[in-house]
């Protein structure tokens, strides 16, 4: 196999490990070979990482593959907004993401952290880890009160929570607002994908007499935790640190608020910073601005021209749209087919 991979491309912006891993089997051996070389030249690895990437070359494949489905998620939830959660890949800004506690990447830091439990809890399921399997708890034992048997291979979604709280909140060191934050938001992300596992079912019996059913629990589709956790963005409680006397460090965040010294719940996101408003590029922010976006000029919604323009205007792009159409199928076997064509604007945002 091959394995392509730079520092940066390694150095997800600001979790620092989105792996890119190209190549067809033997991953581990590859991996164990260069384990040492790729774990030391990540860039932005808290150490209690980096020991981890060396020990376990296999477990960062799944990591890897962890943040990815999280940025896709995030990209494909928020594509018709202004922050469209591109900048997370952009290595262009790496790192500078840290700098705004904002709502965005209160979801963000859920949804990695989630990615990353479901996606160890996924290469457990497949034998592709060596200290994990199928849930051995659930494993042939017969439940009682339901009246039925747990079999096939249930996924241990509790080892990959736990390898991705162990994993992902070993960067949160020194205790600050911020850290307090990401801890949260990291276990809000956990506990989505922990609520959303599913349970399956078989009937076994004369003719589908269901006599006997055994069930096991898989994972949701991860698409059910990117809309969950973007309700919860929608919902997401501002917070601030609050300090016990003569403390320098917060003890914990409290809801803000005049008078107001209600811990926030587990099941909200938190966020300590106003967003800006992504309208221009600002790469302190994050921000890379909404010029040259596609815009929906029928819309009053986010995709809206005014809206995701920020009332800067708009062009109109006339273009030919063609497909394929009035399919005809011809015994026996093509089919053909006529084009079709329309003409269509679009809006792009000055
Ligand atoms: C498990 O390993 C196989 C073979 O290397 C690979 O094709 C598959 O994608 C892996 N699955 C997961 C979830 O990592
Ligand atoms: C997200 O926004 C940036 C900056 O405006 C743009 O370059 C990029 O193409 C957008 N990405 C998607 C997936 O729409
Ligand atoms: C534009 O927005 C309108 C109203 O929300 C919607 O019906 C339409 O499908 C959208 N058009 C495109 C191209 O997305």
Known sequence: MRLVLSPLDLCHAFLCIGLMLFGDGGVSSVLALGASIICS???GLAPRQRAFCQNRPDVMVAVGAGTRI???????????????????????????ELKVGSKEMAFTYALLSAGIAYAITNACGQGNLSD????????????????????????????????????????????SAR??????????????????????????????????????MTLPNFREIGFTLKEKYKKA??????????????????????????????TDLVYTDYSPSFCEEDLV??????KGRMCNRTSTLEDGCALLCCDRGYNTFR????????????????????????????????
């Open 237 to 266: 409680v501002m917070v601030e640190p609050y300090r016990a006397r003569r403390q320098r460090q917060p003890a914990f965040l409290i809801v803000k608020g005049p008078h107001s010294y209600q811990k926030p719940t587990e």
């Open 132 to 175: 994990c399997g199928c849930d051995k708890e659930k494993q042939g034992f017969y439940d009682k009160d339901n009246g039925w048997r747990w079999g096939g291979c249930s996924a241990d979604v509790r080892h990959g929570i736990m390898f991705s709280r162990d994993f992902v909140n070993a960067r949160e060191v020194k205790r």
């Open 319 to 350: 273009y030919t749209r063609t497909w394929q159409c009035n399919c005809k199928f011809h015994w026996c076997c093509h089919v053909t087919c006529n084009t079709c064509s329309e003409r269509t604007d679009a809006y792009v945002c000055n």
């Open 70 to 96: 999280g940025l896709e998620e995030c990209q494909y939830q928020f594509r018709y907004h202004r922050w469209n959660c591109s900048s997370l890949s952009d290595r262009t800004i790496f790192g500078q």
């Open 41 to 43: 030249k990540m860039p």
């Open 285 to 290: 922010t994050g921000s890379l601005g909404t």
């Open 179 to 216: 850290t307090l934050m990401n801890l949260h938001n990291n276990e809000v992300g956990r506990k989505t994908l922990e609520k959303s596992m599913k349970l399956e079912c078989k009937c076994h019996g004369v003719s589908g007499s269901c006599t006997m059913k055994t069930c096991w």
